[in-house]
């Protein structure tokens, strides 16, 4: 049987303009890069995520879609969107899946590595 998988890259950078520290409130940006790694095509359906801040606090966001958008890719294509998030303290992470199916309605999670969110200078 082919093999479906999807490979998932991000990249981060906060957002002083969309953050208020004095309030606790820290906003990033996080772009991932989708890559269809496997031998079949496959669609990405919807998406679950966990969100940590160092205070231990954690949301949980679950729903269809990735900004709007459920790509069909073929093996060796790639999808990028970028989304934002926003915690409470300078320094979280995030992680999660993606819900996915195959051209032939096999469904299948494609993981998402756990990211850092942090400030630059909270990174030292």
């Known amino acids: 049987m082919p093999r479906a998988q999807f490979t ?14 004095e309030q606790s409130v820290y906003a990033f940006a996080y772009t991932l890069t989708i890559e269809n790694t496997g031998e079949v095509a496959a669609q990405l359906i919807g998406r679950h995520w966990t969100i940590t801040d160092a205070a231990g606090t954690v949301q949980r966001v679950s729903g269809l879609a990735v900004v709007g958008h459920q790509p069909l890719l073929k093996p060796g294509e790639r999808f990028e969107y970028t989304s934002w998030a926003q915690i409470a303290t300078p320094r979280g992470s995030m992680s999660g899946r ?3 199916v195959t051209d032939a309605c096999e469904p299948f999670d494609a993981p998402v590595p756990e990211f850092l969110l942090a400030l630059p200078s909270a990174l030292h």
């Open 8 to 21: 998932v890259r991000s990249q981060t950078r906060f957002l002083p303009e969309q953050s208020a520290p």
């Open 98 to 100: 993606f819900f996915c």
